[in-house]
């Protein structure tokens, strides 16, 4: 596996990192099992106290760790630093309540004796994570386990070794002892070696459903606990009742954030017919004042893809979506030539259950628009996928769009708001979006040993 990372503005590449080898492989388990065991003497407090090092490191350099994130996968500067700030607020969030969140947990008076759950390090985690947000979903995995004892080794995805190496670079600035994160530049055959071996106890996996599908596979095999977080399908749901200007804005946002690379992107339109035509008049204008540059330019309001390959294979998933019976409403479906990964926005419809392209995710500024009328079409259509990551539900009737949330087979719902992640909520989907969830106090407790003491 060949880990380069090559600026997508422009096609340029910027450097090669020599693969891990076998023996560094072992040597980051071997520093892994020396700090999971050192890590039993410590308190939980101790390590938060050394984790909000990090989180410091990341805000106090904030432009040098962000402008990696724009030459290796082409986000946004603004975004970018943005990215770097969240960064810094996941590691914040458990250095304030992890600990509290592995406190004992009490259950003498349902069981009628003394009884208590206890929440305790497992082993290593192996952490294989994707190019879209280079370094929050690193943080994800790291800052709870970090704070419950668990090492964690990394194999970030080949496009951004910068931003893997500058993970690296910032736990080491902030004194995050040996062996509790490493980067690996290594090949999935290194991965499954890994997984396979007794000193680690779980992995985590955020990606596409098929690399997810052979992780869990390895993990599955050598029974070891895993964590999926996978592609998404996510619907926004407007209805007549909604604030049409908010639901305009947030609904473009929600799928052209990060150039439409978000599993949790708003990539089905569902509007009811009181409001569809207005609706998709504005959507038109909002899309079009994202405007294609140089991510590295304050101006600029929509960055390239994150390779050429990205965008080689959206222009494929899109004319295949368009043989299919799809048609474009909006933008153009025409390749952009030149050596960015561009690919220009759109806005389609007439995707029916019987296109071959109906429950694909496309994963780029690529957004379906569906007519609806009552709540009954809305949930044929939201529930008729096989992912359930997200969703979000514009109405000015709370009351109505809570009761329809609780219908929609998804992990999440956001209301009135683009979906996002925020450390205080559990993050995570059901169906082919995988299993399990990271953030909030569930996130802390996925990879411990949650361990029942009687009497």
Known sequence: MSYRAVNPYDGKVIKEFTPSTDA??????????TFYQQAKKQSFEQRAAQLAKLAAEFTKNCDYYARFITTNMGKLIADARAEVNKTAAFAQYYVDYGAAALENQDYSVIAKQPAHLEF????????????????????????PNFILGNPVIL??????????????????????????????????????????????????LTGSEKAGAKIAAAAGQNIKKSTMELGGTDVCVVLDDADLAKAVVGAA??????????????????????????????????FAKYQPGDPLDEKTTLAPLSSKSAQEH???????????????LWGNPEPISGPGAFFNPLIITGMQFDNP???????????????????????KIANHSNY????????????????????IETGQVAINQPLASIPELPFGGIKHSGYGRELSDLGIREFANIKTVLG
């Open 155 to 204: 194999k970030h995805a080949s496009i951004v070794p910068e931003c893997a190496q500058a993970f690296e670079t910032a736990c080491q600035a902030a004194d995050i002892p040996t062996g509790a994160f490493k980067n690996l530049f290594a090949s999935y055959d290194q991965v499954n070696t890994m997984i396979s071996d007794p000193r680690v106890q779980g992995v985590a």
């Open 24 to 33: 560094e492989v072992e040597q980051a388990l071997s520093a892994a099992e």
């Open 314 to 328: 959206l222009q494929k998933q899109v004319k295949d979506v368009l043989a299919g019976g799809a048609e474009v």
């Open 388 to 407: 359930g990551l997200g969703g979000a539900i514009y109405s000015e009737d709370l009351t109505a769009a809570r009761q329809l949330a609780a219908k």
């Open 120 to 143: 305790s390090s497992i082993g290593a985690i192996v952490a294989v994570e994707p190019w879209n947000f280079p370094y929050t979903q690193v943080m994800r995995v790291f800052a």
């Open 253 to 286: 946002k929600g799928r052209l954030n990060n150039s439409g690379q978000v599993c949790t992107a708003a990539k089905r339109y569902l509007v009811q017919d009181g409001i569809y035509d207005k609706f998709l008049a504005a959507l038109k204008q909002e």
């Open 357 to 379: 392209m109906y429950d694909q995710e496309l994963f780029g500024p690529v957004a379906q628009i569906y007519r609806v009328t009552d709540e009954a079409d809305i949930l």
